[in-house]
């Protein structure tokens, strides 16, 4: 893997899940559009997020080794920092525990191409019924067959008969 440069937010005031959720659609992104996409979202781990971005990208025009419209987001991990203990009193002299955890950060960009389709959606399989019946056109299907369905067998048990009443009208 390509080396890259590496820049670190520590302490981050927000849960690491809550910060992955962001991070992990930022992975192989451009860094012009990872940009943009933080700026409109709404969570509050995105302000961390693109000060590190920006800080990132600062670190790489001071050593002017690499072109900036070519930088990609490789690798960013969220890792666990230290957890604030806190206390909520409640009633009767008891206290509840608040664990308030913080967040570590790191992001590399290295030059390269954008990762298309990350996401690529996979179509799911037909089922021979559904497959058997757009085979047929509107044609070959006789009158008899519209008119008729099919019965289905009805449970006896006091679940469904629950569920099969029918509302009173007035």
């Given at each position: 893997m390509k080396k890259g440069k590496t820049a670190q937010l520590k302490y981050l005031d927000v849960a690491p899940?809550?910060?992955?959720?962001?991070?992990?659609?930022?992975?192989?992104?451009?860094?012009?559009e990872a940009q943009a996409r933080l700026m409109l979202r709404p969570q509050r781990s995105t302000q961390g997020l693109l000060k590190?971005?920006?800080?990132?990208?600062?670190?790489v025009k001071d050593k002017g080794?690499?072109?900036?419209?070519?930088?990609?987001?490789?690798?960013?991990?969220?890792?666990?920092g230290p957890i604030l203990k806190r206390i909520m009193p409640r009633a009767q002299g008891r206290a509840?525990?608040?664990?308030?955890?913080?967040?570590?950060?790191?992001?590399?960009?290295?030059?390269g191409s954008v990762v298309s389709n990350r996401f690529e959606i996979?179509?799911?399989?037909?089922?021979?019924?559904?497959?058997?019946q757009?085979?047929?056109?509107?044609?070959?299907?006789?009158?008899?067959?519209?008119?008729?369905?099919?019965?289905?067998?009805?449970?006896?048990?006091a679940i469904t008969k629950l569920f099969n009443r029918k509302s009173i009208e007035k």
């Open positions: 899940r809550k910060v992955r959720l962001v991070a992990n659609t930022l992975r192989g992104m451009s860094v012009n590190l971005l920006r800080s990132a990208i600062a670190n080794q690499m072109d900036i419209s070519s930088l990609v987001i490789s690798e960013i991990y969220v890792d666990e509840t525990p608040i664990h308030k955890v913080l967040s570590h950060v790191s992001i590399t960009l290295t030059p996979i179509p799911k399989k037909k089922d021979k019924k559904v497959a058997k757009s085979k047929k056109t509107i044609k070959q299907v006789s009158k008899e067959d519209v008119g008729k369905e099919k019965a289905k067998p009805q449970k006896s048990s």
